[in-house]
């Protein structure tokens, strides 16, 4: 069936009427230079079904591996029901409708949706989502330098993932603002206050919890921040708000912008995508926030409605003075995260993350009691743990790959000076059983 | 739409009115108020800003639109009005009244290069067709 609806005659009788010789001729404009030509790296088109063969062979090649990484994607159980809703026809799109209001469904969805990240992280107002927890942080950057109308200055915290702070930087280092990195306290992997005068800046940023899976001391970074003039953005997992403070009540003020990764809410790893960005914020700070927000209001009969709202911050409206080059949102992935929310409760989260919690402990522990095994930091973790090894990491995993474990994140490349460091997490899709076989298989590769 | 003849005007619809002390005081005029509808937001510059002639310093929002309201002429922001921030539709209701921000001007005599009364009615009216 083709997908496309013009026929050849259709299309010849619309290049006749603007009097184009042919479709490649309205490109024209595009200078030969600046074509790419024919892909040849890109192979021919295929059919379905060979399409869904390829597809498959190479999902084989995955494997059933026991996955122990997490590092910024986390694998949780997924309630069949979560998928089951979100693929119904209301629901099944991938993308904001245009003709928003026509849609109530949705918006209704995800009104829902702000409601729950707004209550979760301790925040006055949500949007309707950004792409991905790296992009919500630069957006939270961008904002925070807006909002401030002066520093053009960032602190961003070692302890933030690698590829977070690699997304950040690409999307602002043309734009004139600088990215200061803080350190991390060797023996606990937490950031500590700085000490020497920063001078001005927009915001920091405080990681919780961090890349290491370590516990941030967000009250007092929270404060000091303030005290000196700049915004805290929280960049969080949103598992882990379930058990820890909301970021609303960070010391004496709470945050002010809060990012993160919405995958682990009902969004299956999937090699990597596609996941949402959530972002909250503050009242004060919503004419600087991105993207598309969802208002419940009365139509003029009384009757509850829901609507698209403070659009005029907004490309379609503002054009280049809009707050953002963000129109849209994740609408899929955030439909099934606003499901799996729906199904868990507050207190199903609660419990998915103090399991996930309790594994961590657990396989740390078991661990750590082989010998060339150490745990890195002394900091309190969530439900991610580093531990250095007696020797290189890669062959280690190799190793425990060849037995069906997949054993964490390798920390080597992004920061070298914790030697043969290794990224472990165990999410409540572990069983004790799972545990004691990673900790069998370590000991054994290590012995060799 | 009301135009007082006592106050001057730009091309971007504002007013400006000349204080005894030598400020100015700035508004956005009552047509420009009629075409932008209800307004929701106002955000005003920030006291002791340096405004250059026909600088974007301030943000008017209404249920239709954003829009930049200008510097009329160079200056420093000397005075802003929170309450037209607190209640945007108070310039709905006068705009006349609804003064968002007040310039000293580094140059006082440039409030004559604005419009009258007259040639900014004549504008209005220009638009209009």
């Known amino acids: 069936m083709p997908f496309i609806p013009h026929t050849d005659e259709d299309v010849t009788q619309m290049l006749a009427a603007i009097g184009a010789p042919s479709i490649d001729a309205l490109f024209d404009e595009i200078p030969a230079a600046l074509r790419s030509g024919k892909l040849t790296q890109v192979p021919e088109a295929m059919t379905e079904m060979e399409i869904s063969r390829l597809m498959h062979e190479r999902a084989d090649l995955d494997g059933r591996q026991l996955n122990f990484i997490g590092a910024g994607a986390y694998e949780h159980h997924i309630p069949a029901a979560v998928w089951q809703i979100t693929t119904r026809g209301e629901f099944y799109s991938a993308y904001t409708p245009y003709q928003a209001e026509a849609s109530q469904g949705t918006l209704q969805l995800i009104y829902e949706y702000q409601t729950m990240m707004a209550s979760l992280t301790g925040m006055d107002v949500s949007n309707a989502s950004l792409y991905d927890g790296g992009s919500a942080l630069a957006e939270a950057v961008l904002m925070a330098v807006r909002a401030h109308k002066g520093a053009m200055r960032v602190l961003m915290p070692k302890t933030v993932s690698p590829l977070y702070r690699a997304v950040v930087r690409a999307m602002v280092k043309n734009q004139h603002i600088e990215l200061v990195e803080l350190d991390y306290d060797p023996d606990s992997g937490a950031t500590p206050v700085p000490t020497a005068d920063m001078g001005d800046f927009a915001a920091l940023v405080i990681p919780q919890p961090n890349f290491f899976g370590v516990l941030e001391d967000v009250d007092v970074l929270t404060d000091w921040a303030h005290a000196n003039g700049g915004r805290v953005i929280a960049l969080t997992n949103p598992t882990s708000l379930a058990l820890l403070k909301a970021p609303g009540q960070w010391g004496a003020a709470g945050a002010d912008i809060v990012v993160g990764d919405g995958q682990p809410l009902g969004a299956p790893l999937s090699n990597g995508g596609p996941y949402y960005g959530f972002m909250t914020c503050k009242q004060a700070l919503v004419r600087q926030m991105p993207g598309r927000i969802v208002g419940r209001t009365v139509d003029l009969e009384g009757k509850q409605g829901f609507t698209l709202t403070l659009q005029a911050r907004e490309q379609h409206i503002r054009r280049s003075k809009a707050t953002s080059n963000i129109c849209t949102n994740q609408g899929l992935v955030v439909t099934a995260s606003t499901i799996y929310m729906s199904l868990l409760g507050p207190e199903g989260l609660k419990r998915v993350a103090a399991t996930s919690h309790a594994n961590t402990r657990s396989l740390l522990a078991q661990l750590c009691a082989i010998p060339g095994v150490t745990q890195a930091f002394s900091g309190y973790g969530f439900h991610e743990a580093v531990v250095q090894l007696d020797r290189p990491v890669v062959p280690v995993l190799a190793a425990l790959q060849a037995q069906g474990i997949l054993g964490g994140h390798d920390l080597s490349a992004d920061y070298p000076e914790l030697g043969n460091a290794l990224l472990i997490c165990a999410t409540e899709t572990k069983t004790a059983a799972d545990l004691q076989r990673y900790a069998q298989q370590l000991s054994l590769a290590l012995s060799q | ?129």
């Not at chain 2, 140059?107 to 290069?113: F, I, P, Q």
Request: overall charge negative; proline content about 4%.
């Open chain 2, 1 to 129: 739409m009301s135009i007082p003849a006592d106050l001057k005007y730009t091309a971007s619809h504002e007013w400006v009115k000349t204080n005894a002390d030598g400020t100015v005081t700035v508004g956005i005029t009552a047509h420009a108020q009629d075409l932008l509808g209800d307004m929701v937001f106002v955000e005003n510059p920030v006291v002791g800003r340096n405004l250059a002639a026909g600088e974007e310093c301030a943000v008017v929002e209404s249920v239709k639109a954003a829009s930049d309201v200008y510097a009329p002429i160079a200056g420093v922001v000397v005075a802003s009005n929170s309450d037209v921030e607190t209640s945007p539709e108070t310039i709905n209701q006068d705009a006349y009244a609804a003064w968002m921000f007040t310039i000293k001007p580094t140059n006082s005599a440039d409030v004559a290069g604005l419009m009258d009364a007259t040639a900014y009615q004549a504008l209005v009216e220009s638009e209009a067709h």
